[in-house]
């Protein structure tokens, strides 16, 4: 295996989003269980095992959900690894989870949903921001300090990866969800030297797999699965 770094003081921390899921009903599934990678996603988490295989990657970590643990397991295979779990890594909790919420269904409509939308900024609708950079940076430190001179990859969920990103690069972590940049398998890469993160990247080994609507900047498709819309997570 090779590895970018000939300085063993540099460590690098891939946090991949998980592959596409099969949800033909456009349920915003959040932390429910149940919910398993689809053909596409196999194929999606096959294609960044294939990017990574030539990476010095030692240690493979991924939430507990079914998605990314399917996601992380032929990464951690590629490399003779056994897998492991880090709760921290979870989706984001939602009060909408199980619920069909996105774009067409309505939904914004039901005065009973209304209390829950009161605060972007916390977000009023679920896990505050805050409360994900710490788990969030917790993992990613964790990773760093079990792959140390080496690479790790971590599979989680959009919305934590996304506002991890945002705290280390020094945004606000309330944002509009149409511009996160944290397409179906991708990549957000930080490279710590030492215990400190010098640089942060972003790639999309599988972007030809990703369908266009679900790209980084899509408009939302008219009649699209509810459960597709990202403000609550994916």
């Given at each position: 295996?090779?590895?970018?770094?000939?300085?063993?003081?540099?460590?690098?921390?891939?946090?991949?989003?998980?592959?596409?899921?099969?949800?033909?009903?456009?349920?915003?599934?959040?932390?429910?269980?149940?919910?398993?990678?689809?053909e596409?996603?196999?194929?999606?988490?096959d294609?960044?095992?294939?990017?990574?295989?030539?990476?010095?990657?030692?240690?493979?970590?991924?939430?507990?959900?079914?998605?990314?643990?399917?996601?992380?397991?032929?990464?951690?295979?590629?490399?003779?690894?056994?897998?492991?779990?880090?709760?921290?890594?979870?989706?984001?909790?939602?009060?909408?989870?199980?619920?069909?919420?996105?774009?067409?269904?309505?939904?914004?409509?039901?005065?009973?949903?209304?209390?829950?939308?009161?605060?972007?900024?916390?977000?009023?609708?679920?896990?505050?921001?805050?409360?994900?950079?710490?788990?969030?940076?917790?993992?990613?430190?964790?990773?760093?300090?079990?792959?140390?001179?080496?690479?790790?990859?971590?599979?989680?969920?959009?919305?934590?990866?996304?506002?991890v990103?945002?705290?280390?690069?020094?945004?606000?972590?309330?944002?509009?969800?149409?511009?996160?940049?944290?397409?179906?398998?991708?990549?957000?890469?930080?490279?710590?030297?030492?215990?400190?993160?010098?640089?942060?990247?972003?790639?999309?080994?599988?972007?030809?797999?990703?369908?266009?609507?679900?790209?980084?900047?899509?408009?939302?498709?008219?009649?699209?699965?509810?459960?597709?819309?990202?403000?609550?997570?994916?």
């Amino acid at each position: 295996m090779t590895s970018p770094n000939s300085n063993s003081d540099l460590t690098v921390v891939h946090l991949m989003r998980h592959g596409e899921v099969e949800n033909p009903d456009g349920i915003l599934y959040g932390r429910l269980a149940g919910y398993h990678l689809s053909e596409l996603g196999r194929q999606m988490a096959d294609r960044v095992a294939e990017h990574l295989a030539s990476r010095d990657v030692t240690y493979v970590v991924a939430s507990p959900l079914e998605r990314a643990q399917e996601t992380a397991t032929p990464i951690a295979k590629a490399h003779g690894l056994d897998l492991a779990t880090d709760g921290r890594l979870i989706e984001a909790d939602n009060v909408f989870q199980g619920k069909t919420f996105g774009v067409g269904d309505g939904a914004l409509k039901k005065p009973e949903n209304w209390k829950h939308l009161v605060n972007p900024f916390k977000p009023s609708w679920g896990e505050p921001y805050v409360d994900q950079v710490v788990r969030m940076k917790g993992a990613l430190d964790a990773a760093k300090d079990a792959a140390r001179g080496h690479e790790a990859v971590l599979v989680s969920h959009q919305l934590p990866i996304w506002i991890v990103r945002s705290y280390v690069e020094r945004r606000r972590l309330w944002h509009d969800p149409r511009k996160r940049q944290c397409t179906l398998a991708s990549l957000t890469t930080f490279t710590y030297r030492g215990d400190r993160i010098v640089s942060v990247g972003y790639s999309e080994p599988a972007i030809d797999l990703v369908p266009a609507h679900l790209r980084a900047g899509a408009k939302p498709v008219k009649g699209a699965a509810p459960g597709q819309g990202k403000a609550f997570g994916a």
